[in-house]
């Protein structure tokens, strides 16, 4: 073996090491349980930030899977914490929604960030667990039973339940459950919609721009979603109007604000607190939306 590639693998083995014995330490040392949660729900949060406030999406994807493969130990360990779940939920989603070409990868990991999602609010909520796979009504009236400490966990499910249904666009049984998401998301805007800057808002918003609304759909009201979404993350959080012009302008054929939207995008400052990878990907996308426009429109 050269001297290179004996390096390569000292340091390989030595990462390995490291990320095992912190590992170990955070689910093996003594002490009381309660400082063990809070040290894993505390490293929990702080990872994702990180990744969230990351401007190399490129670093993000190649260096997430060990993450996700960390946060899958520490729920192992510790598989009633609220945090720890609600990160492998996000995280998970995030991962592959952005950064996995691969479509039946893509839906696996999906499926994970939803049964992250799901462990979440059963968790918190029997009643409203058991009611998942129940009809649309059966669910509705759980749904509306639940309380305000529940938004983060239905937050985390419905937002990892949208990206299992977007990554399963030819699936009617996916599809037909995107009702349970949309009431998921009225339900925290209900409870509150300042939670993650109005992310629920701009969930609403994609959700409400799925058709035109000579098929139904409800493009108008989903604008206001987008809209509001805005104004709650002060306009940091420059996906919203990539959502705007991709969905709704796009829809209603507005070139203009489709236009203005996507080179307002690409003027502002990726570097925001809790926003810059998302922005980063935001003004990726915008690019690519101006791109196209003529062939659209």
């Not at 409400?208 to 409800?218: A, E, H, I, M, W």
Request: aromatic share 8%; glycine share 8%.
């Amino acid at each position: 073996m050269g001297s290179l590639a004996r390096v390569r693998q000292g340091r390989y083995a030595a990462s390995r090491y490291a990320a095992l014995s912190l590992v170990t330490l955070l689910t093996t040392a003594p002490g009381c349980a309660s400082l063990m949660r809070s040290a894993t729900s505390s490293l929990a949060e702080d990872l994702s930030a990180a990744i969230l406030a990351h401007d190399d999406p490129a670093t993000v994807r190649d260096g997430a899977p060990a993450f996700l493969l960390l946060i899958d130990g520490l729920i192992r360990s510790d598989p009633e914490n609220q945090a720890l779940v609600q990160a492998g939920a996000r995280l998970y989603g995030t991962y592959a929604s952005s950064f996995t070409d691969d479509p039946a990868r893509a839906v696996r990991l999906a499926k994970r960030a939803r049964s992250y999602g799901e462990r979440s609010v059963c968790l918190l909520n029997g009643d409203l667990c058991g009611a998942l796979g129940s009809p649309f009504e059966d669910f509705a009236r759980e749904l509306a039973r639940s309380r305000e400490g529940d938004v983060a966990a239905l937050y985390a499910l419905g937002t990892s339940w949208a990206t299992w249904i977007s990554l399963r666009s030819g699936d009617w049984n996916a599809i037909a459950d995107l009702p349970k998401v949309e009431a998921i998301m009225e339900r925290v805007v209900q409870m509150n919609e300042s939670f993650d800057d109005g992310g629920a808002h701009l969930y609403l918003g994609v959700l409400k721009n799925q058709r035109p609304s000579s098929l139904g759909g409800k493009p108008e009201e989903g604008r206001k979603h987008f809209e509001r979404a805005l104004d709650l993350s002060r306009d940091r959080n420059l996906m919203v109007k990539v959502l705007l012009a991709r969905h709704y302008a796009r829809l209603v054929f507005d070139r203009e604000l489709h236009d203005r939207l996507l080179k307002d995008v690409l003027a502002a400052d990726a570097e925001e607190e809790g926003f810059t990878l998302s922005n980063t990907l935001a003004q990726d996308q915008a690019r690519g939306l101006l791109e196209t426009a003529d062939e659209y429109f």
